[in-house]
């Protein structure tokens, strides 16, 4: 698995934005795939998670509604639609991928492989 983010960029709040986590390596579509954010200052946090079959999802609360966590029809990328953005949206975001037989559910120290991150900056 080697995960690539991009996608991000500087917006002005209630735009919206769409992340790619590509797969370089095309193993991930047997992992649940997840996004995470980090912002200055602040613990990483989880935003999205879905499963290697793309049948189940969870959203953080912060995020539920306005964010949409989808994988491609070959499995091996995954998008994190971002909707409505506001200020508090601004952080480096981050994909991870998690073997299958993992909750999806699990803990951020339960990810086994991590991308580089893309910069989201929101302005009010």
């Known amino acids: 698995v080697q995960l690539q983010a991009s996608g991000g960029g500087s917006v002005q709040a209630g735009d919206s934005l769409r992340l790619s986590c590509a797969d370089a390596?095309?193993?991930?579509?047997?992992?649940?795939m997840a996004w995470f954010r980090q912002a200055p200052g602040k613990e990483r946090e989880k935003v999205a998670v879905?499963?290697?079959?793309?049948?189940?999802?969870l959203y953080g609360d912060s995020v539920e509604g306005r964010f949409t966590i989808s994988r491609g029809n070959a499995k091996n990328t995954v998008y994190l639609q971002l909707n409505s953005l506001k200020p508090e949206d601004t952080a480096v975001y981050y994909c991870?991928?998690?073997?299958?037989?993992?909750?999806?559910?699990?803990?951020?120290?339960?990810?086994?492989?991590w991308g580089q991150g893309t910069q989201v900056t929101v302005s009010s």
């Open positions: 991870a991928a998690a073997r299958s037989w993992k909750s999806i559910r699990v803990v951020m120290a339960e990810y086994d492989y």
């Open positions: 879905i499963s290697s079959t793309g049948g189940r999802t």
């Open positions: 390596g095309r193993t991930s579509s047997t992992y649940n």
